[in-house]
């Protein structure tokens, strides 16, 4: 019942943006904090960046200052504005309620000139 659907992935130039969606169902949305994971090849699932229920923030070193989550609880929706983009953010990324297992299919951004 659980559902995490994410988008906006793509193929983006080095120095360029990409904003990720996460539509999420089947649970109270508002009352869970929600992350953003990714994962390349070969690589293990890190931390991104991670909003709680009542809006507070905290990121991943390698993307602070580059990246923002935000949350519309009105639309079950979590955000992933990912700005001033390098070769090194290439990666499916996910998200993730932070106290569950839970996990989208994932949405590719590939950053490459």
């Known amino acids: 019942q659980v559902q995490l659907v994410e988008s906006g992935g793509g193929l983006v130039q080095p120095g360029g943006s990409l904003r990720l969606s996460c539509a999420a169902s089947?649970?109270?949305?508002?009352?869970?904090?929600m992350a953003w994971y990714r994962q390349a090849p070969g690589n293990q699932r890190e931390f991104v960046a991670r909003?709680?229920?009542?809006?507070?923030?905290n990121y991943a070193d390698s993307v602070k200052g580059r990246f923002a989550i935000s949350r519309d609880n009105a639309k079950n929706t979590v955000y992933l504005q990912m700005n001033s983009l390098k070769p090194e953010d290439t990666a499916v990324y996910y998200c993730k309620r932070t106290l569950y297992a839970s996990w989208g299919q994932g949405t590719q951004v590939t950053v490459s000139s």
């Open positions: 089947g649970f109270i949305f508002s009352s869970n904090g």
């Open positions: 909003v709680s229920s009542d809006g507070n923030t």
